[in-house]
């Protein structure tokens, strides 16, 4: 009885460690530039909620979030939000062809959209078996797009190119032929190489974050193409497989070029908030403390937090968000935030 009892104390309190969270830097606003909130609106309500919790309970401030769906209803979902959620074009079947026209480029940044998210995974995912279309990123077809883009100044949000392949014997369930995944990669390399002014933030470190090597490729294309950033969502889950000390190295030096992200979808329903308040605060402990963590914004492998300088956090958080989406300084402006 009394080992039970010692028992359930021991999971209540680290249950409540993970809420109670605190951050060292309540001062440093950040910006999910990566979030699948859509228009529905419980939902927005709920990231408001969820935002008041975490500011009062763990002194985190969760300024904005970038959506990369519900394009149709921008208006109504900045004004839901109460400014603090704002909305990308996008494509998520480009396997058929873009959705948006080259013409539509330089109007869709008049209307406020900060991107053009597209969603170019393996094509796998999208099309049928022997169903003809567009496998790669990397196509004649896209590049009347892509050059209106570069010339308007549209950014490519959030591009997803790849899945993550990890090493050998641990390749993972996304992506398990890393021929094609290569295909995909070098695919992106040769728009950057086309397209120099084209701004591409790269979802999940375009993936090139599951093994060492990797990691040293993603030095190379950062160093290499300087119009090329990465988001971090949906990676931290897979912190484990490479070396902390390469990876906190690289954050570190890149540090420029990085922007916080997790893939949170909609929270539909109220009782959900406490479930993705410990999501967010676990992302937080790995960047900001040397803790070991107990997963990430998915999934639950131990990872030891990277301890990241506070400038390196900043400009992760949202220093560089605020230079990269057309329009985000002055919203960021009227919520009462500046960039120094
Ligand atoms: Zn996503």
Request: glycine content about 8%; proline content about 5%; charged content about 20%.
């Amino acid at each position: 009885m009394k080992i039970k009892l010692i028992f359930s104390c021991l999971i209540m309190f680290s249950m409540v460690g993970y809420s109670q969270f605190v951050t060292q830097y309540p001062d440093i606003p950040r910006i999910d530039v990566h979030t699948h909130t859509n228009n529905n609106y419980q939902g927005i309500r709920n990231y408001l909620a969820l935002r008041k919790a975490m500011l009062s309970d763990n002194k985190i401030d969760l300024a904005m979030l970038i959506n990369l769906n519900g394009e149709q209803a921008i208006d109504t979902i900045l004004e839901v939000s109460q400014g603090r959620i704002t909305t990308c074009i996008n494509d998520y079947e480009p396997q058929r062809g873009l959705a948006h026209k080259p013409e539509e480029m330089s109007s869709s940044l008049g209307k406020g959209y900060v991107g053009y998210k597209i969603w170019h995974g393996p094509s796998s995912r999208v099309l049928k078996e022997g169903e003809g279309g567009i496998k790669y990123f990397d196509n004649p077809a896209h590049e009347p797009v892509l050059t209106a883009m570069e010339k308007a100044g549209m950014p490519g949000a959030s591009i997803h190119i790849a899945d993550p392949n990890g090493p050998f014997g641990n390749r993972g369930k996304w992506a398990t032929d890393p021929v094609e995944y290569w295909r995909q990669v070098i695919g992106l390399e040769r728009v950057l190489q086309r397209h120099p002014g084209l701004v591409i933030i790269a979802a999940h470190c375009a993936w090139l974050i599951c093994q060492d090597a990797q990691i040293d490729f993603l030095r190379y294309m950062l160093s290499a193409y300087p119009n090329f950033y990465v988001d971090l969502a949906a990676t931290f889950q897979y912190f484990y497989l490479v070396d902390h000390a390469n990876l906190r190295d690289f954050l570190i030096e890149y540090s420029d070029r990085i922007v916080y992200g997790t893939d949170i979808g909609s929270i539909r329903r109220q009782e959900e908030i406490p479930a993705y308040i410990e999501r967010y605060s676990r992302t937080f402990r790995i960047l900001e403390t040397d803790q070991m963590v107990e997963g990430g914004f998915f999934g639950m492998n131990p990872v030891k937090g990277l301890n990241l300088p506070k400038d390196v956090l900043e400009r992760i958080y949202y220093k560089n968000a605020m230079k990269l989406y057309p329009g985000l300084v002055d919203k960021m402006n009227k919520l009462g935030y500046f960039q120094d």
